[in-house]
Every structure is written in structure tokens, then in C-alpha cells.
């Protein structure tokens, strides 16, 4: 599948959905937009409060660490290190896309 096909595919992923399954710990999310997100999985967290995600666009942000991003491809970017085409394969593959 072509990176624009795929990438029309994987914006379809329900951003609170993709982090429900990621991040089991995280507090169930009420509503949409940003929220807390519990621990965050980019540093060794002990206190919630500072990771928060935006369940409509996917975006995250750490205040304590400074992880940051705007949806739920730039979240595994960072958390695998991987180049945005792996990151769109890898998501594609996880949900059942490609």
C-alpha cells in the first residue's frame, strides 16, 4: 500500500482507542481532548499528573521529560525510534490495516 494510502488508514485509528491498548495504566479517559494520561512511557515516572494526551488529535506531551508530539504516529516514532514509514507500517500492521 502507498504511504498516502496508508497514512489516510492510520488517521483513522480512534486516538483513545490507540492509547487505551498502549498504555494500559492510564486512567480512563471521560470525554475528549487533552487528559491525563497517567505515567508516562517516555522516562522512569513515578508521579502521574505531568503526561498528558489529547484523545480527539492523539497529540501527547510530558512536562516533566518534554516528549512531546502531535498525533499517534509521532508517539511510536518515539517510542520505537522508528522513521514515520516504519512508524505507518508498524501501526498498519498492529490494527489490522495492511
Sequence with gaps: ??????????KRIPPADFYRAELPTMPAPRGGGWRDGGLCPFHDDQYAGSWRLNLDTGGFK?????AKGADIISF???RDGLSFP?????????WGLA
Design 86 to 94: 516504519e512508524a505507518l507500517q508498524k501501526l498498519a500492521a498492529d
Design 62 to 66: 510530558c512536562f516533566a521529560c518534554g
Design 76 to 78: 511510536i516514532q518515539l
Design 1 to 10: 500500500m502507498k504511504t498516502h494510502n496508508l497514512l489516510q488508514e492510520v
